[in-house]
């Protein structure tokens, strides 16, 4: 890792990526925060060789470090640039502040892209508009008749894979009924403030913002919120090229309107799933099934989510039980599956 964070300030780095990628402008929006010359390639069938050079996966993003080291997972890279550019921080000093920046940083890679990836491919309209825009991306050459029919392609495979992240006809509603509680929760803690947490972004934007700019790009829910909700588009753009106008918030400040959104969202749903998903990957089960508010959601398990859950909790642990922050994750329901 130290090749990765060996500063070479007259080299770009690569960032490998696709508009339509919740990880891949997650990591582009925070370079462009830190301002660190880089280069956004879009990844398509004319860049395919050169990113199988560096890529151990076959996801995105892909960012080529000037050492030409590759490295694909999100949180990750923007953990390890923070530390090689601490300049205007994205970790609040407060401690409570920092952890829920944390905890909604997990949030937005786990459960918010449920929301994306169930409610791109859910209807018709958004399945046709996704899957156009990635055959556009991927073979911008092509013929109409050919782009036609590689959408077509596109469409069905994405639609089938739903179930990767828990939708199916079971959890379909409560996926959606928590993205539309969600966009009206934030759409309040957002018209006081240009960030989540105040007056710059965090280390949470960046992960919730990569998803809801990809929930926003799609049909259905581009008109839902750029009809009813003007502060969180306000950020949804802002985020694009995201600065500091303000300094972070005291959790006192954040309260009123962010702990509803995390009892709710987090609290209720997110980590009560995330202890299901953990124990079945634990118990070695093919499914996990877990009551939700009073609902039962069932899926496969997701083993990566597993590995991050773990990496959380040792983030909790670092914190020595600080007495602040502990009062907030038992009041929202958090505390019993970071102990």
């Known amino acids: 890792m130290a090749d990765f964070l060996a500063d070479m300030s007259d080299h770009k780095y690569r960032i490998y990526g696709a508009e339509l990628s919740p990880y891949s402008v997650k990591v582009r929006s925070y370079f462009r925060f830190k301002q660190i010359p880089h280069q956004w390639i879009i990844r398509s069938a004319a860049t395919m060789d050169e990113f199988a050079k560096f890529a151990k996966l076959p996801i995105i993003p892909l960012l080529v470090t000037p050492q030409l080291e590759g490295a694909q997972d999100s949180t990750l890279v923007i953990e390890q640039l923070e530390a090689l550019h601490p300049k205007d921080s994205i970790y609040p ?8 920046s944390t905890l909604l940083e997990e949030f937005g890679d786990e459960w918010a892209n449920k929301w994306m990836f169930h409610c791109r491919w859910a209807r018709d309209i958004d399945q046709i508009a996704s899957a156009g825009r990635i055959a556009q991306l991927t073979q911008p050459d092509a013929s109409s008749e050919q782009l036609g029919e590689l959408t ?4 069905q495979r994405m639609v089938g894979r739903v179930g990767f992240v828990g939708s199916n006809a079971e959890t379909a509603p409560q996926i959606e009924a928590s993205l539309h509680l969600a966009l009206e929760q934030l759409e309040v803690h957002l018209e006081s403030r240009p960030y989540l947490l105040g007056g710059r972004p965090s280390f949470g934007d960046f992960s919730l913002w990569g998803q809801l700019y990809n929930v926003w790009t799609d049909p259905t829910n581009c008109a839902l919120i750029e009809a009813k909700m003007p502060s969180l588009l306000a950020w949804i753009q802002r985020m694009l090229w995201p600065r500091i106008e303000g300094d972070f918030e005291s959790w006192e400040s954040l309260k009123p309107t962010l702990k509803p959104f995390i009892k709710a969202q987090i609290g209720e749903l997110f980590l009560p799933w995330t202890q299901a998903n953990a124990d079945a990957i634990a118990q070695g089960k093919d499914e996990l099934s877990v009551q939700l508010n009073g609902q039962t959601w069932t899926q496969k398990p997701q083993k990566y989510h597993a590995k991050s859950y773990q990496v959380l909790r040792k983030k909790y642990a670092a914190l020595n039980s600080h007495q602040a922050t502990n009062e907030l ?11």
């Not at 077509?152 to 469409?155: A, C, D, G, I, Y």
């Open 93 to 100: 000093e407060d401690t409570t502040v920092n952890f829920v």
């Open 152 to 155: 077509e392609q596109v469409r």
């Open 329 to 339: 994750l038992q009041k929202t329901g958090c505390l019993g599956a970071l102990i």
